[in-house]
């Protein structure tokens, strides 16, 4: 499976992402990319920015309800 098809699938299944899991679970160092080729395709995906305990900023990517299987 692509990284494309990997993340789709977890958004579907597991609900939203974030660069960690993306990286630990499939091996994606560039989240953000893969997650702009999925929008290209015409997937609709939400972006919603977390902060850290630590004062830091991550973003989590989530499919729209209509997408979700």
């Known amino acids: 499976m692509s990284q494309c098809a990997d993340i789709l699938e977890h958004m579907q299944k597991n ?4 660069a960690i899991e993306a990286l630990t679970k499939y091996g994606c160092f560039r989240l953000a990319a893969r997650i702009k080729d999925l929008r290209e395709e015409g997937h609709e995906i939400e972006t919603e920015d977390l ?3 630590n004062g830091k900023t991550i973003a989590k990517y989530a499919l729209k309800a209509k997408e979700v299987a």
Do not use: K, R
């Not at 609900?15 to 974030?18: E, N």
């Open 15 to 18: 609900g939203p992402i974030t």
């Open 51 to 53: 902060e850290l305990p």
